[in-house]
């Protein structure tokens, strides 16, 4: 395990981000807690599988509310409207990724501000009596740049290791990535937290043969609840090819599996009933109903 004291004390240099990948062993008992949030995952599309499209579309339009809502939350930040998601089109419309897809994203979530890749450095810290103390420094403005290629360049892969293959744990990783990356001054968290979620839905639809533009699943209302744990895990990681993370990194995958468990405990459970939810859902959206109409159509011809 990683000792936390003096680590991450200055920006990392450079490094090519597939060997900090290929490094990441998966231990058995997360390989097995991956084997049983797999199970979970087939029971609920399962079951949403009983209801028409419409339905489940609603649903997962309104889940997409509540997770920007959650995400903006885990900073503080201002919480982005129903009309402002439909006005920017904010629905996956390409789940493909480049630079100039990152900073629509990080616009999106900043409110509209105009967004570009950060030309300053960036640490992350908190305020004591005692001053600053520094987690850790994010790489100098060159290291970053370079680092982002090498982002992109992991979300595209298509490797066969579970790593790589496990919509889970490719996920998460990108998540991971684009944080310690930071390549924004302000508002990384959130833009990760919808990387993510378009690269679950773009392995969702590999591995099952769909076509989904939205994720069928979110997790920021679990992080949210668990904010503190969900920065601990961020911060204890070594983001350098010297030191060894492995069991932090492994932590961290088990973390986003725990989200994962909540959100389908909610489902599964029958917490949750469509049929209860989608008449709120029209409800909320009858104020401006063209554009959620809109909205609609073009997802469920994604659905066909």
Do not use: C
């Not at 930040?77 to 990080?106: A, G, Q, Y």
């Amino acid at each position: 395990m990683v000792s936390q004291e003096k680590m991450n004390q200055a920006p990392p240099k450079y490094f090519p981000l597939e060997e900090f990948v290929k490094r990441i062993r998966l231990d058995v008992s997360l390989l097995e807690h991956m084997e049983e949030t797999n199970k979970e995952f087939d029971l609920y599309l399962k079951r949403l599988s009983q209801y028409d499209n419409y339905s489940v579309i609603y649903y997962w339009i309104a889940a997409l509310f509540e997770e920007f809502k959650s995400s903006q939350k885990i900073e503080s930040s201002h919480i982005i409207s129903p009309t402002t998601i439909e006005s920017k089109n904010i629905f996956f419309d390409s789940l493909s990724m480049s630079h100039k897809r990152i900073k629509e994203l990080h616009q999106f979530v900043m409110g509209g501000e105009y967004s570009d890749y950060r030309e300053v450095p960036v640490r992350v810290s908190r305020m004591t009596l005692h001053g600053e103390d520094i987690f850790w420094w994010a790489p100098n403005v060159e290291d970053m740049k370079l680092f982002m290629k090498d982002f992109i360049d992991i979300y595209r892969s298509k490797s066969l290791s579970v790593l790589n293959t496990n919509p889970f744990f490719k996920s998460a990783l990108l998540h991971l990535i684009f944080v310690r990356i930071h390549p924004f001054v302000d508002g990384n968290g959130r833009t990760a937290r919808i990387i993510q979620s378009m690269k679950f839905t773009d392995s969702i639809n590999q591995i099952y043969g769909m076509r989904l533009k939205i994720s069928p699943l979110n997790i920021s209302q679990s992080i949210f609840i668990n904010r503190l744990t969900y920065a601990n895990r961020i911060n204890a990681i070594y983001f350098d090819l010297e030191h060894d993370s492995n069991y932090e990194i492994n932590q961290w995958f088990n973390f986003i599996l725990d989200m994962v468990d909540e959100q389908l405990f909610y489902f599964n459970s029958n917490s949750y009933r469509l049929e209860d939810i989608v008449p709120n859902i029209s409800k909320m959206a009858s104020s401006n109903q063209s554009e959620v109409s809109e909205a609609i159509l073009k997802m469920h011809l994604h659905l066909k």
